[in-house]
Nanobody, 126 residues
Framework: QVQMVESGGGLVQAGESLRLSCTVS????????MGWFRQAPGKEREWVSC????????LYSDSVKDRFFVSRDNAKNTLYLQIDNLEPEDPATYYC???????????????????WGQGTQVTVSS
């Protein structure tokens, strides 16, 4: 059974950085595409970034491009999201998601992912 646990969220000041982690267990991690999503209170879940199984392909939403950086360490079964220069619109619960896929791409739609973590909350103080 695939299990995913996010960590690294917290309260930070605007302009600071944060690194989120997502540790996966119960499966062969390097056979999966991974995604990050976020959901702010009262809003729809929003795609943030994704990375293919080999880390050869990464994609970002326009709202986070050049501030967020996704990576993975397949030896540690861990996905990361480095968030730089946090902005007031970034507070949300951040979720990682995964789906078996050994192709060159990754998925932007939440409906393509089967497995999800429980989320980690990011709060930004001005």
């Amino acid at each position: 059974q695939v299990q995913m646990v996010e960590s690294g969220g917290g309260l930070v000041q605007a302009g600071e950085s944060l690194r989120l982690s997502c540790t996966v267990s119960g499966t062969t991690f390097d056979g999966y595409a991974m995604g990050w999503f976020r959901q702010a209170p009262g809003k729809e879940r929003e795609w943030v970034s994704c990375i293919n199984w080999s880390a050869g392909k990464t994609l970002y939403s326009d709202s986070v491009k050049d501030r967020f950086f996704v990576s993975r360490d397949n030896a540690k079964n861990t996905l990361y999201l480095q968030i730089d220069n946090l902005e007031p619109e970034d507070p949300a619960t951040y979720y990682c998601a995964t789906e078996p896929h050994t192709g060159t791409g990754c998925y932007l739609s939440q409906y393509e992912y089967t497995y999800w973590g429980q989320g980690t909350q990011v709060t930004v103080s001005s």
